[in-house]
Every structure is written in C-alpha cells, then in structure tokens.
C-alpha cells in the first residue's frame, strides 16, 4: 500500500511539474512581447517629433538581427535606430549627427549628363552572403564598418574594389529597374509645364520598354503588425514614393501617383487583410484609374468577380441603402461575432495585438465563449434567405456565409468541408455565390480541421437576407459591424484582374491540368499571389 501511494505521489508530482513548464512555455513568451511592444511603443512617443521632422526613415530597434556597426562612430551596436529606406544605422547618442550628415535616398532628383542615375553609397551593414560586384567575393565580412552597397540598385563592393567598378559611377537601378520609379523621371515630371499622360509616356520611354512600375499599399493594422517590417522591405528596394501605409493615409491619395505615371502601366500591390484590399479596389473604381492587368492562372485568364452589398435599414425608407463592396464572402452569425469582439479590442489598444499567438489566442476565447453563449442561436427564426428569388427553408443554424471564393477562415475550404460528398465545382468568375450555413462557432473550428462539412444552402447569381428581429453581427470581407433589422442583397457588381495564389493546385488535382497550364505561361511569369488579398 505505501509503494502504491508513493508512486501516486510521484506521478502526481511528475504531472505538476510538466504542467508548470508547459504554462511556463506558454506564458513567458506571451510577457516578453507585450514588454517589448511596451517599450518600443514609449520609444516612438519620445522620438516621435524628432522622426516626423527627419528625412530619414528612421525606426528603432531593441535588438539587431545581424551584427552591425554605427555609420557615424563605427562601434559594434546592439540596439539603437535604422533607416528602412537607406539602410544607415546608429546608435542614440549619434543618431542626430547621422540624420545631420547622412543623405537618404531622395524620391526625387536630376539625373547626370547623360541622362543616367548617380549610385548612392551607404558604408558598412551589407546584406549577409552580399558579393562583390567587382572581385566577386564575399562582402562585409570583417568585424568592422565596411564596404559599399548602392541603395538603388544594392550592388555591393569592397572598399579597395570601389574604384575598379566596370560602369564607374552609373546605377541602373538593379534587377528591379522594371518595378522601381527613378528619382530623376518625378524630377522631369515635376519640370512639365504640360502635365498630359502623353508626355508621361514619352518621359517613360527613357526608362525602358518593360517599365511597369509597382505601388506597394499596406495596412500596418492588419494581421500580428507586421506591416512596419514589410514596408521597409520595400522601401529598400524602390523609391520610397511608390511604398503608402494606409494607416496614414487613404487609398485615393496614395492612388494619386497613379496619375503622373503613364495609364495602364502600374501594378498596385496590396498587403493587408481582406477589408484592406476591397477599400484599394472601391479607391481604384471611384478614380476611374487604369493599372496595368496582371493575372496568370491554372487554365485560363483569371477574372475574380466583385460583388455589391446592399443594406437597407428597416423603417428607414428615406435613408439612402448602404453600400458595400465584396470581393471575398459576406457573413452573419459566429464568425461575424469573432471578428467584431476582435476588431473592438483592437481599435481600443493596437500595441496588444502586436503577435499571432496573441491574436489566436483572442479569436480562441471568444471562440470558446460563443460556444456557451450562443448569442446567434435561433438564426433560422430571425432570418430569411433567398437565392435568385427562391425562399430557401433554413434548418437550426447560428451562421449563414455567402462566398465568392473558394476559401474562407485562413484557408479553409468552406465549400469542400471534408471532401467526402459530391457538391458542384466553384469558380472565381463564374457569377456564382456559394451560400452555406453553420450550427455554431464549434461547428466552424470543425470545418476548419476537416471534421465536419457545412450545410450547403446552394448557388446562387443574387443572394437576398432579411433581418426581421434584433441585432445580429455581420461581416464583409473580415469588416464587422452590429446591424439592427433590415434586407441584404447581394448582387454582382464588376471583374477585377488581380493575382493568384498558385498553390490552390494541391497534389491531388488533375497532373494533366498542371503541364497545360505550365506550357501556356510564360516562363519569366512571376508566381502568382493569392486570391484577393496578400497579408501583412
């Protein structure tokens, strides 16, 4: 009896333990991120006004994730502040001498006397594995402030290599010339007593026949905050002038650029969430702009279609409807009441969602309340669906989702569900909604990991909802809303050319499908991106 209880009490011990180190695991990580969004949040208050007045893009860094080295006192730093769109860095106490002396790459500027771009050297913290443009081996490879990197065109050379340099001073820009916008075409821009797009395109001409410029909209809000880092990325590579944080500013004046270039020549590249890229697309339609059509697919020409989200309020008759874009799914029920809570709290403290893990941990408990609330349960008795003016007889749900795109939930292939029923294909531009339902937010986590399927409500070319009682939470595109009741229709609007992700193509697909398509592209075609939307 004494050996029995003695083993009991090791394993008792033995299961304290593991559950300590488990929620060690889980929670240190969780109190390390919220302490440094803290600091860095009381570091941006403090140097706030110094960086608004800069020319510089300077951002401050608790920690560098190489070694790097001051470009004013050339000492080893660990932490202090760099310039996502030159690449200086420095530490506190000589980040005013550097923002002094250091010139960052200028958005705008005249070209040399040959119609071609000066490089512009920055010393020392050259990319890793960087080679050298002239003696070919590897650069910054010292324990010191060395060698040279263009922030144009990111050749790098050593030091005693500079002066050997084949093309002496002259930048073309690098392997991104197409994408990038030099400084010296805003610089004649900025000179024309004629701003006509025909003289936009005879300026163009000097940049050559491929050049496609891209403008780079990102919503910092969106995802875990990564949208700061990504940014710079791409301010490093081009001109600044072409990268917008929608944070800041709006679509249609960060569109605005769009039209001192030539029409029909502009990729726009989106980073964000879904609510993100509608708001882009809305900006785009109301400018009436042409940007350059992109679209490389699996069998044919992709088209996606968009589609018009009406709302009319009850008792409201003298109210002009809402009006909404979506180009992804429209939602009411659980889901719907995830992402409002999320939204809520995130509009409250921002610097708190700063990390994945922190954002699915919120979206799980409001997941797991919702699934003993219930506040959507009796949807069937509250809502009427029709699809191309057929009423449809709802059975016991909390959600109805209408979708015009294959996945839905981070990736989840609502339609399919587990794949183990027939149901009629889907296609991005076939004028079709998918229209399903849901029995809870559990039911929901259980379609997501392929153990349950939804309840196919049908297709349909116009999808009408009428609210008759309460609030319910809705949701188009990932933006949430409570709306009291009311008549939802949902009708198509236009196309838009936009990229697509390439994996949609899983092992399981046709092989012949596949080789048809890799031998109608083209070879030099970039992959594509995702279906509507690339997040941050």
């Known amino acids: 009896m004494e050996g029995d209880e003695g083993n009991r009490d090791q394993s008792s011990r033995e299961e304290w333990t593991l559950l300590f180190w488990t929620t060690l695991a889980v929670v240190v990580p969780v109190i390390i991120t919220l302490w440094c969004s803290v600091q860095r949040s009381k570091r941006k208050i403090h140097m706030k006004d110094f960086f608004r007045k800069s020319k510089h893009g300077w951002h401050c860094t608790d920690l560098f994730n190489k070694p790097t080295y001051c470009c004013v006192c050339q000492q080893h730093i660990l932490q202090g502040a760099f310039c ?23 958005i705008m500027a005249p070209s040399q006397t040959d119609g071609t ?21 590897q650069c910054g490879n010292q324990p010191k402030l060395c060698d040279f990197r263009c922030v144009w065109c990111q050749t790098t050379v050593h030091d005693d290599c500079k002066p050997s340099l084949s093309d002496g001073e002259r930048c073309e820009l690098g392997e991104f010339r197409s994408l990038i916008i030099p400084p010296h075409y805003l ?55 072409q990268v917008f944080d929608l944070s800041e500013l709006p679509p249609s004046k960060a569109l605005q650029l769009c039209t001192l270039l030539p029409p029909g020549s502009v990729r726009v590249l989106v980073c964000g969430g879904d609510g993100t890229v509608g708001w882009v697309l809305d900006a785009i339609d109301t400018m009436k702009l042409k940007v350059k059509d992109c679209v490389f697919l ?22 002009k409807p809402k009006v909404l874009s979506m180009n992804n799914y429209f939602s009411v029920g659980p889901d719907a009441l995830m992402a409002l809570n999320f939204h809520t709290h995130r509009e409250k403290t921002p610097s708190f969602f700063s990390s994945r893990i922190i954002n699915k941990a919120v979206y799980f408990m409001y997941g797991t309340k919702d699934c003993l609330v219930q506040e959507c ?14 009423r449809v007889a709802l059975p016991s749900l909390e959600g109805i989702i209408v979708c015009n795109i294959g996945y839905w939930g981070g990736g989840c ?46 297709q349909a070319h116009t999808v009408r909802l009428v609210l008759k009682t309460s609030r319910m939470p809705m949701q188009v595109d990932g933006e949430p809303w409570a709306q009291g009741p009311c008549t939802i229709t949902i009708t198509h609007k236009t196309e838009a050319f936009m990229l697509y992700h390439s994996a949609e193509q899983t092992d399981d697909d046709d092989e012949s499908s596949i080789s048809e398509a890799e031998s109608s592209a083209p070879h030099d075609s970039p992959k594509p991106a995702g279906p509507a939307s690339a997040r941050a």
């Not at 420095?90 to 980040?95: K, M, N, V």
């Not at 395109?201 to 940049?207: E, I």
């Not at 794949?419 to 009629?424: F, I, L, S, T």
């Not at 379609?447 to 399927?453: G, H, S, T």
């Open 84 to 106: 996502d769109c030159c690449g200086v860095c420095a530490d506190e106490t000589c980040l005013r001498r550097a923002d002094r002396s250091l010139v960052c790459k200028e």
């Open 117 to 137: 771009l000066e490089h512009h050297w920055v010393r020392g913290n050259v990319p890793l594995c960087s080679v050298c443009a002239v003696c070919k081996e």
């Open 187 to 241: 610089h004649l821009v900025n000179k024309l007593r004629r701003r006509h797009p025909d003289e936009y395109s005879k300026l163009a001409s000097a940049c050559g026949s491929g050049w496609t410029p891209v403008l780079v909209l990102a919503n910092t809000r969106s995802g875990n905050n990564m949208g700061e880092a990504l940014l710079g990325e791409f301010r490093t590579i081009l001109n600044p002038v």
């Open 298 to 319: 699996h069998y044919d020409l992709h088209c996606p279609n968009r589609w018009k989200v009406q709302v009319a309020s009850k008792g409201l008759y003298f109210r």
């Open 377 to 390: 349960k009796d949807l069937d008795k509250r809502i009427e669906l029709e699809l191309d003016g057929e």
């Open 413 to 458: 292939r609502l339609w399919e569900g587990m794949g183990d029923e027939p149901y009629p294909p889907t296609r991005l531009d076939d004028g079709l909604l998918e229209v399903v339902g849901v029995f809870g937010s559990f039911h929901c986590a259980q379609i997501q990991v392929k153990m349950a399927n939804p309840v196919r409500l049908g």
